[in-house]
């Protein structure tokens, strides 16, 4: 090619792939016969570390520099193709954009939303772009230059913070509530030195699963995660427990609320049901479907081996956790039975609840 490809010097790959590329079937034709506007145009972006695309003729003949290239994914080697080719699937979006170019009007767009598929699936991407006009020496458009750079995980990052932001101040305000019916219904039923106690017990673990959801870093929680740390202070290391389930995600305020009601089952077996007595034991079992499906979840507390079961009179602030809480919060149905083995509570709600907080009041 000689002397009339410098422009071409310090190209890196991108520019050994046009010197190496058959252009004797593309509107371009070879490289030392392209107009000076093109060259000059293909020279600075190629030396350029910032992701550039030159787009040139009624043809839209796409030349890039290296930077350009992870964001085409694995789109292949789509040098000399149409720009319009090879974002067919965003073409619709952009086309306009590359047309008012061509019509001499540059664009610039901060955080883009655009779907496109450069891994074999449709991905949602954000872009901060510039498409400017390439005229040549007589003035007259010929192309057009994309200065791009992908800003997904900004924006994506954005949106995490303001989900967080909201989601601190949705915890902050149920855990009062909680702290507040947690206060009122044990002062109703004890009094003195047990309340106390009852108090410290029941805040205990309440922090315990808050302390589970800050520490994860998420808005959400594994149901396994929750059990376990619920359930620490009730394992005495003699296999009391039979537990065993498939990963599922709880919300925040599910991760709690279970939380609460595991702590109030295990504290009444461990008074009057089968903790209380050797050789008594828990089965803790559920199930679950596929993820946000109406498949249905199911979750057993079953004591066996624990002294009769008398029904109390008084529905205090357990069986308000049990009953009513739980169902709210998992939107389905939560029921405790006293039978001649033991105490059996069970929830019962579709896989399509799990991981989602009703609507806030």
């Not at 509530?177 to 309340?195: F, K, R």
């Not at 089965?283 to 057993?300: I, K, M, N, Q, Y």
């Not at 029904?311 to 939107?331: C, K, T, V, W, Y």
Request: aromatic share 8%.
């Amino acid at each position: 090619m000689g002397g009339s490809v410098h422009f071409l010097d310090g190209g890196g790959e991108m520019a050994r792939a046009i010197r190496a590329h058959d252009w004797s079937r593309n509107e371009l034709g070879p490289p030392d016969g392209w107009p000076s506007a093109l060259k000059i145009a293909v020279g600075m972006a190629l030396n350029s570390k910032f992701p550039k695309c030159i787009v040139w003729g009624p043809g839209l003949v796409s030349l890039y520099n290296d930077a350009f290239r992870p964001i085409l994914g694995d789109k292949g080697h789509v040098l000399a193709r149409s720009f319009a080719d090879i974002w067919r699937e965003a073409w619709p979006e952009i086309g306009p954009i590359a047309e008012r170019a061509y019509a001499g009007e540059a664009t610039f767009i901060e955080d883009f939303p655009l779907v496109i598929d450069r891994y074999g699936y449709p991905e949602q991407c954000h872009f901060t772009f510039c498409y400017s006009p390439i005229r040549d020496e007589t003035g007259v458009v010929r192309g057009m230059i994309d200065t791009v750079i992908e800003t997904t995980g900004k924006v994506e990052a954005s949106r995490q913070m303001r989900l967080l932001n909201g989601e601190l101040g949705h915890r902050m305000k149920n855990t009062l509530t909680v702290v507040s019916a947690i206060v009122n219904q044990t002062l109703q039923t004890h009094s003195g030195q047990e309340a106390r106690a009852v108090l410290r017990q029941r805040i205990g673990a309440l922090a315990q699963a808050q302390s589970l959801l800050t520490q994860s870093h998420a808005l959400d929680a594994e149901i396994g995660a929750v059990v376990e740390q619920a359930l620490l202070p009730f394992r005495s290391g003699q296999r009391r427990f039979r537990i065993a389930g498939p990963p599922v995600r709880l919300s925040a305020k599910q991760a709690l609320t279970l939380a609460l009601a595991l702590n109030e089952l295990a504290t009444n077996a461990l008074k009057y049901g089968a903790l209380s007595v050797p050789g008594g034991m828990v089965d803790l079992h559920w199930s679950g479907g596929r993820p946000g499906s109406a498949e249905p979840f199911r979750l057993v507390w079953a004591e066996t081996g624990g002294p009769p079961v008398a029904p109390s009179p008084a529905r205090g602030f357990g069986s308000m956790i049990i009953e009513q809480a739980l169902a709210q919060d998992f939107m389905g149905e939560s029921v405790i039975r006293l039978e001649p083995g033991g105490l059996r509570h069970e929830l019962r709600t579709r896989m399509c609840h799990m991981g989602m907080d009703p609507v806030a009041e």
